[in-house]
């Protein structure tokens, strides 16, 4: 690990630049995932998780270029934007809705991170909790049903440095309550902790739609309380590199979480979309369908794992993964997963990859649709299976 933090290095000096003011415990805390890096290996191929990645990407520090972002295009009511150093609010922050800089959160309020399956791989994971320098804490009061108020977080971190971000998002108990994330583009190590009370209820779109050199790794963990609800919906485009992890934890019974993604890769771009789900209670709920497409000489990852607990009786487990291949110098790489431990269990799995199918572009074709519109309409059906919310 010591060549990724030689590689690192100028940006180590400049988080601990940018933090040099924080309190002191979280300080400690942040020396405390460093000094841990020693015992993680750069991520490489022969990681599972990173096998169908090429990690050489993560060097990359060409100019990036980010999309123009109109923030009266979004159609949101508040707008979040994260900013290298703190982050501006745009709009008007409601009574029931409390956002801070992630630094400002107490010790006793700090949520957790950890990786509960390939631990010693998530060494991009253990650098966003060592360098992290931006991010906020975002909290829903107790019984606030405002399910048509969009709060939108904007990633304006499109800078030709690496940028880490940790964010904290709790839902308090009987909430709703609706977030879309846009990114920008730039080189981004983002991580986040949803926390979600008894019978709240969140839905999430993420944008990360690239048309230049950009490379996003996110690290999502998701933890559901009693009767919570999240639906999230995950848009991935083009990019350098895109490399996202999704873990899900229930906390209690009768929860559901439900991810839909439409990937899109062209060019050289890789997307890797890895979703945990650990049923660890009963009677608890999950369905990820992907959806992707691969174009040019490009490689997607899909990869759902439902790990269901010896006594989670009654658990429900859909994994829908399903791939286009556009050229023949695209790769797709697919793989459902279960792993369950006892015997009271609804589960199904199954992934597809192919390539747009010819007779159904024919039967388009001779009703007068011309070829690329034929294309269009057969991908915009096919994506559109994926959507949650």
């Given amino acids: 690990m010591a060549g990724l933090i030689n590689n690192w290095q100028e940006a180590i000096n400049n988080a601990k630049a ?14 405390e995932s460093l000094g841990r890096l020693d015992g993680f290996a750069i991520p490489n191929r022969k ?47 409601p009574d029931w809705l409390q956002v801070t800089d992630i630094h ?6 700090w949520l957790p991170m950890v990786a509960k399956t390939h631990e010693k791989e998530q060494a991009m994971l253990q650098l966003n909790q060592a360098l992290f320098h931006a991010g906020v804490a975002l909290k829903v009061k107790n019984n606030e049903q405002h399910a048509d108020f969009v709060i939108a977080v904007v990633y304006d971190l499109a800078e030709n440095a690496w940028q880490f971000v940790h964010n904290h998002f709790e839902i308090g108990d009987n909430s709703q309550v609706t977030i879309n994330e846009i990114h920008a583009g730039g080189l981004v190590n ?58 899900v934890e229930f906390l209690a019974e009768h929860a ?24 660890d209670k009963k009677h608890n709920t999950s369905e990820v369908i992907h959806r992707s497409i691969a174009d040019g000489q490009s490689q997607i990852f899909n990869n759902a794992k439902a790990v269901v607990a010896h006594g989670a009786d009654h658990s429900e487990i859909s994994q829908d993964l399903k791939n286009i291949l556009l050229s023949d110098d695209a ?59």
């Fill in 18 to 31: 940018l933090t040099s003011g924080w309190p002191q415990w979280l300080q400690q805390k942040q020396a």
């Fill in 47 to 93: 990681m599972e998780t990173w096998r169908y990645s090429d990690s050489g990407k993560l060097q990359n520090t060409d100019v990036v270029s980010s999309a123009e972002l109109d923030l009266a295009e979004l159609d949101a009511d508040l707008c979040i934007l994260i900013k290298s150093q703190g982050f501006e609010a745009v709009g008007e922050m």
């Fill in 104 to 109: 400002q959160l107490a010790e006793q309020e």
């Fill in 190 to 247: 983002q991580t986040a902790v949803w926390s979600l009370g008894r019978d709240a209820q969140v839905k999430k779109t993420v944008w990360a739609q690239f048309e230049s050199e950009a490379t996003l790794v996110s690290f999502n963990q998701v933890n559901l309380n009693q009767n919570a609800d999240m639906k999230t919906m995950n848009h991935r485009f083009g990019g350098t590199l895109q490399h996202h992890n999704q873990q």
């Fill in 256 to 279: 559901k979480f439900a991810a839909g993604s439409v990937n899109k890769a062209n060019g050289n771009s890789h997307i890797a979309d890895i979703v945990n789900v650990f049923h």
């Fill in 331 to 389: 790769k797709v790489f697919s793989k459902p997963e279960l792993e369950v431990s006892t015997d009271e269990v609804v589960a199904a799995h199954g992934s597809t990859i192919g390539a747009l199918d010819e007779s159904s572009l024919f039967y388009l074709q001779s009703r007068g649709i011309d070829a690329k519109q034929a294309k269009d309409i057969m991908i915009e059906s096919f994506v559109a299976e994926a959507e949650v919310c």
